[in-house]
């Protein structure tokens, strides 16, 4: 099998972790991971999945581009890790095969996400990632018009009415100042 990222290099047997087998490019060292596999190997291992490893994280290369899968040469879907990268993992529907390009692994070992595969390929995860992208943005928009120290006031100030008994009546009010 030819690597479905860089389309070079073959991919040869190798190990993410003990007893976790893959196919390894041999050119930008990306992983296929059969899902099987690793849905095995988190069964079986339950206490090494879920350390976290401190490894910082970085940019990497990502394969933005549609890749099919070089088992059944159908397209993979993309899935975002997280709201903290804009990092993807490319998954087939169709076989249970998943791309993890090169730094990946360790990108997952540092969110502390290994344990997680199944739930990253899930909508509830993708749609989480989503709603936070869209608060940050939110959020950023805010900060640039009002500049950072007004804002910074009124985060402030908006975290003490979000616990404030009277926070309707406090809204209601506010809400009348231009009248």
């Excluded at 899902?35 to 291992?45: A, C, I, K, P």
């Excluded at 879920?50 to 899968?69: G, P, R, V, Y």
């Excluded at 730094?103 to 997952?108: F, K, R, S």
């Amino acid at each position: 099998m030819i690597c479905p990222s860089c389309k070079k290099g073959p991919l040869r047997p190798t190990k993410l972790e003990e007893s976790l087998p893959a196919l390894s490019c041999t050119q930008c060292h990306g992983f296929l991971l059969s899902m099987l596999s690793y849905r095995m190997w988190v069964e079986s291992n339950p206490n090494s999945v879920n350390q976290t490893h401190d490894h910082e994280i970085e940019e990497l290369n990502d394969s933005s581009k549609a890749m099919t899968c070089p088992k059944c040469q159908k397209f993979m879907s993309k899935y975002r890790i997280s709201g903290e990268t804009l990092n993807k993992l490319d998954s087939c529907g169709n076989c249970g095969e998943l791309w993890i390009d090169n730094g990946e692994w360790q990108l997952l070992q540092s969110l502390g996400l290994i344990n997680k595969l199944s739930s990253i390929l899930s909508d509830p995860w993708q749609s989480n990632i989503r709603k936070q992208d869209h608060e940050s943005s939110y959020e950023s928009r805010y900060e640039k018009l009002l500049g950072e120290k007004e804002y910074s006031k009124i985060r402030e100030f908006r975290d003490w009415l979000r616990k404030h008994k009277h926070i309707i009546e406090i809204k209601n009010y506010i809400a009348r100042i231009n009248r």
